[in-house]
């Protein structure tokens, strides 16, 4: 994303809903980077959520992390 990241809108809201929640994290490291949340369940089950940030600062919806948690099945031993 490099400097397009800069000039999107949502990024700087999601900058500033961070900074009026009091996100006080540290700003080191690389920044380019974006990141993701996978749910994976036991054995065959597979990837049972996959979130990837499309832009700095896009959160998953922990509602939608929660279900895919209770979907998991414990794997028979």
Do not use: C
């Not at 700003?27 to 369940?41: D, N, Q």
């Not at 990837?47 to 700095?56: D, G």
Request: charged share 20%; aromatic share 12%.
């Amino acid at each position: 994303m490099m400097m397009s990241g800069f000039f999107r809108v949502g990024v700087w809201q999601n900058f500033f809903r961070a900074w009026r929640s009091g996100y006080s994290g540290n700003l080191e490291g690389e920044g380019f980077t974006l990141g993701g949340v996978y749910v994976i369940g036991a054995g065959r089950q597979g990837v049972l959520l996959e979130h990837r940030e499309k832009e700095f600062g896009d959160k998953v919806s922990l509602p939608s992390v929660l279900e895919a948690a209770e979907k998991i099945k414990p794997q028979a031993s």
